[in-house]
């Protein structure tokens, strides 16, 4: 993508909100690609750029909603409103198989793999405490649409979790299945012409941060900021909700589909 389509949410005199897109890390890794703060240098004038700092981060692959500080007092603010849970936060998540109730949490600790570097995993000994709890918003057959949110903070801890709790992300390349997801797996009168070959509707890792709501709302600031989808992830909750046998009643509440699509804060 190019370094000045970074979408910003929000800003003002102490925080900058951006929808940082799939594939882009927060901060420098192994591959030497552009991080975040590379491609928002072209978003913002270079002094204000440079003195952007962290408060919380998202995997590389994992889209959405982010906070950055415009200086030490809002990331101490921030950071500590994190710490306290003061900040909710919402992912949307497509995920694999049956999903056999309303809602649920998941309370597993978790600490890295003995085996591969950068992987997590759940443990009953001496791992660090987690908890996820999620809410169907759509059941599409074989794929669903949850809302989840992580009460703690850990790495990967929505992309290890939903596994352990029967509930795969649809595509997770560390975690679950790396295929694509296709048209033609849920709309039977889907033909090709036999030159054609098909294009995945999404072939990225299906988990976006949605929405981050301050519990404790702040003068002259939104207490809620969103991040829309991308256009990938977009249509193909679209394509699910028009070519599954419910339709629009596969959703446990419809107004969670146009709020979803209309990019508004989605109550649950």
Known sequence: MKKSEIEIVYQDDDILVVNKPSGISVTKDRSGKAQ??????CCMAPQAADELRLVHRLDKDTSGVMILAKNTS????????????LIKKTYLALVAGFVSKPHGSIDIPLKKSPDKFNIMCTTRKKGKTALTKWRLLA?????ALLAVSPVTGRT?????????AGMPLAIDPLYG??????LSDFKPSYRLAKSQIEKPL?????LHAYQLELIEPQPQR?????????KKFAATIKMLTKHNPKALDAFTNPDHFQAIINHQPLQT
């Open 36 to 41: 975040l703060l590379d491609f928002l240098h």
């Open 74 to 85: 809002a990331q101490s603010l921030f950071s500590s409103a994190f710490e306290k849970r």
């Open 139 to 143: 059941d599409f057959g074989t794929i």
């Open 156 to 164: 990967h801890q929505i992309r290890v979790h939903l596994p352990a």
């Open 177 to 182: 299945s790396d295929a694509p997801l296709l």
């Open 202 to 206: 999404i072939e990225r890792l299906t």
């Open 222 to 230: 939104p207490s809620c900021f969103i991040a829309p989808l991308d």
